[in-house]
């Protein structure tokens, strides 16, 4: 599946569309960051935080390495799960249907923020978050992340081209915990994970906490948010 963008002219500087994909390919997902960040260093487009789902898919990031697999390769692919190595920040982490996956693109000097600040209020976003469901989520000193006592329900693992950002949060909310058996979550050997659904022991939707999740996140970074309506995921973008 190819996924293009269209240019929006005229966007307010403080707005931020959001692009929900529902459940897209790691390398699609990918492509459509890369394609994003280009457009938003040239400021073509306004800041985009693009909310989706994976496939069974292990993804390595720029300082994990593959000790932090438990499991062979072979067992991996007869798992059918795929495994990349990617360029963000952080270790190694498995997404699955089920897990919120939030790839933030925004120019960070626009918003007034470093990358210190920018990770602390994606963080703030997922605990405001979770404490709307009455989950009361905290940060570790070591550790990026969200937690629950313990226990981590959410991953978070950016990068910086520049000053745009992409990559992003994983929220556990109703996944099968038990694919995170075939790694050390974040390079953590005796980690556990956990999710909203296990927190309430009740079924939580994907769909029923993006609503919450868009308005913490339009309050957090205090911006407007608009979404934008995609048909068969294809949104069409011209570089001229």
Known sequence: MVIALKREAGYQRNYCEVRKLGVIDYDDASNLQRELVHARLKGELPDTLLLLQHPAVITIGKS?????????????RQKGFSLFYVDRGGDITSHSPGQLVGYSIMDIVDRRLDPYSYIDHLEKVLIQTLRYFSIIAHRLPKYRGIWLGQEKICSIGVKFNRTVSSHGFALNVNNDLNLFSYIHPCGIADVKM??????LRREV????????????????????VGSVALQDKAIFYDYE
Not at 64 to 76: Q, T, Y
Not at 194 to 199: E, L, Q, V
């Open 205 to 224: 939707t994907v769909e029923e906490v993006i609503p919450r999740l868009i308005e913490e996140f339009s309050v957090v970074f205090q911006t407007t």
């Open 194 to 199: 956990t999710s909203m659904s296990k927190a």
């Open 64 to 76: 994990g390495s593959e000790e932090n697999l438990i499991a062979s390769k072979e067992v991996l």
